[in-house]
């Protein structure tokens, strides 16, 4: 007997010959040299360490096609594999060896010393071997010092991760990604301990042969649902069709755990279950159970349409008070303009048929009152509730009395109608006037011009109406003109009247462009301009016609200078 440096055990006869020796009868590892022949497999022992594993049921084993790794079962189903290519051409017996960075598979080649494949492994300077283990991975293991054993490499994991292997979320278990553990469904299916969903799971109705129109799956192509229907044994029915041209049905005999893959694998996997049936119940509790039926639906029924009544008479009673406050707060506010009824605004506009205009706000009829007055109703849109915004808006603009200003005779609020009632303008709005497309609206040079000098008294009164310079385009033209001695081109092509009126318009002109000094300090005050539109004072000569070019200001602070651009409200100045 010879116990060899690769760990083999060998038996002598009394000539020499070898009788037994430990590496034709492997068990659980190979050492460094050792072979895995054809014929013989590595099964694990069992652990007191994994409860999910079962001494046995993993088996490593060569073929002539290759490397297998079976989970077991009858038949045994492959849960890894290796392929070799080509046919086989050598007679000896297929088998791996394991080598010093690599475990080789020697199946079709010719040469002895060829090997098929080599499934790579790391390479060591000290004492290793490969186990497979009881959860069905098959480890490399290394020395790294006396009576210190460390993994190295799982050799079997890197393809497919933990979820790849059939027992890691134990019988019918399903393996989702970080190894979580669940059941198929919970309609059929129930894990054997909560606490740990790593065991498995198991059928809620177990299956039986009894009747297989009790049976059904939980969402294969073709006939291998059938198939599996027909076969006893089958726990599910397997169907692929990717690279298979009529589609691969496999039906396992037995179910281990379970794992997604890409959506782009194209396999469908169909597990059978039992149908839970209904309890048969006796005429009696059937009667019971009708009746108690019948009895909540008309109870829900009632308890329904009692909590629809008394929501209902909630929201009018709170719309009731809310318009009595409504009504008490117009009684209360002092000082308002004249409340119409809608009534009377309806009757006045002839129920609104005679339509001014519209804007953003709402929509403007015409009409009469009783005193024979013209009026112009606004109706307001998307106001439902009198606000008290609404009604200081009212009661500010219908104090204010003023020549220039449309005055508000009086406001209606009755229910969600909301309007507001002005005195009837007969000319039209402005900008008919001014911008105008027709000759219809076209005012004269004195109405014009009035119209100036009424903005400029105004002016002086400190009503203050100015406007941020919007217009530079304008200013260009104007300066422009005056370069070529055309300001005669700006006047309106449709006012002959002010055409006629040429020379004074001319000055008009030179009257605005005094205003619009780029030197505020040049620029008149409004008495001044008062003075020369009522013919009293002449327009300051010397003017600079160029308005878009902005002039620099140089200010002096505790010996820092610093140039900066004048506003446009500063430029205006003062009125």
Not at 109 to 122: H, K, N, T
Not at 124 to 139: D, R, W
Not at 214 to 229: G, M, S, W
Request: some cysteine; proline content about 5%; hydrophobic content about 35%.
């Amino acid at each position: 007997m010879n116990l060899t440096e690769s760990g083999n055990l060998v038996l002598f006869n009394v000539s020499g010959s070898v009788v037994w020796q430990s590496f034709d009868y492997p068990t659980d590892c190979l050492v460094l040299g050792q072979r895995l022949y054809q014929g013989q497999q590595l099964v694990p022992s069992a652990s007191s360490t994994n409860s999910t594993a079962e001494k046995g049921i993993y088996s490593l084993q060569v073929t002539e096609k290759g490397l297998f790794a079976y989970v077991g079962s009858n038949p045994p189903q492959i849960y890894r594999s290796y392929l070799g290519s080509g046919k086989d051409t050598n007679e000896e017996r297929s088998y791996v060896r394991f080598l010093n960075g690599s475990l080789a598979a020697y199946l079709s080649s010719a040469e002895p010393d060829d090997p098929d494949f080599g499934i790579p492994i790391p390479q060591a300077s000290s004492f290793q071997y490969i186990k497979l283990m009881p959860n069905g991975h098959l480890e490399l293991i290394v020395s790294q010092s006396y009576n210190n054993w460390s993994v190295v490499q799982d050799i079997l994991t890197y393809a497919y991760g933990e979820c790849g292997y059939p027992l890691v979320c134990g019988r019918n278990g399903l393996c989702r990604g970080n190894q979580q553990c669940t059941c198929p469904t919970r309609d059929y299916f129930k894990l054997l301990d909560d606490y740990q969903p790593e065991l498995g799971c198991s059928e809620i109705t177990p299956l039986t042969c009894d009747s297989k129109q009790d049976q059904e799956f939980i969402p294969v192509k073709n006939t291998c649902k059938q198939a599996c229907l027909n076969n006893c044994l089958c726990k599910a029915a397997l169907f692929m069709y990717s690279n298979y041209p009529k589609g691969y049905c496999y039906l396992p005999s037995e179910l281990y755990s379970m794992f997604y893959v890409d959506p782009g694998y194209n396999a469908t996997a169909f597990i059978k279950v039992q149908k839970v049936r209904p309890v048969s119940l006796s005429p009696t509790s059937h009667q019971n159970q009708v009746s108690i039926i019948i009895g909540s639906t008309i109870g829900s029924f009632v308890l329904l349409v009692v909590v629809s009544v008394g929501f209902r008479m909630f929201v009018v009673q709170k719309r009731k008070k809310n318009a009595q406050r409504e009504e008490e707060y117009l009684d209360q506010v002092p000082g308002m303009p004249t409340r119409f009824s809608y009534e009377e605004l309806k009757s006045a506009t002839q129920n609104f048929s005679k339509k001014l205009g519209e804007g953003g706000f709402g929509t403007v009829f015409e009409g009469i009152l009783e005193d024979g007055s013209k009026i112009a109703v606004k109706c307001l849109e998307g106001l439902t509730h009198i606000k008290k915004s609404f009604l200081a808006e009212v009661e500010s603009i219908g104090s204010i009395h003023h020549v220039n200003l449309v005055r508000l005779r009086g406001f209606c609020a009755w229910k969600s109608q909301r309007l507001l009632v002005y005195e009837f303008m007969s000319n039209g709005s402005l900008d008919l006037w001014i911008y105008h497309g027709v000759r219809e609206h076209v005012l004269e040079w004195e109405c014009i011009k009035k119209i100036i000098l009424d903005v400029a008294k105004g002016l002086v009164k400190n009503f203050d109406i100015s406007q941020p310079d919007e217009k530079r385009h304008l200013l260009g033209m104007f300066e422009k003109c005056w370069e070529q001695g055309t300001l005669l081109d700006m006047v309106d092509g449709y006012n002959e009247d002010m055409k006629s009126h040429g020379t004074e318009v001319v000055e008009m002109m030179k009257l605005a462009s005094w205003c619009l000094q780029t030197d505020y300090t040049r620029r008149p005050s409004m008495s001044s301009v008062v003075k020369v539109l009522e013919g009293g004072m002449n327009v300051e000569s010397n003017l600079d016609y160029n308005f878009t070019d902005p002039r620099m200001k140089r200010t002096s602070v505790t010996h820092e200078k610093e140039m900066t651009v004048l506003m446009p409200s500063f430029l205006s100045g003062p009125r």
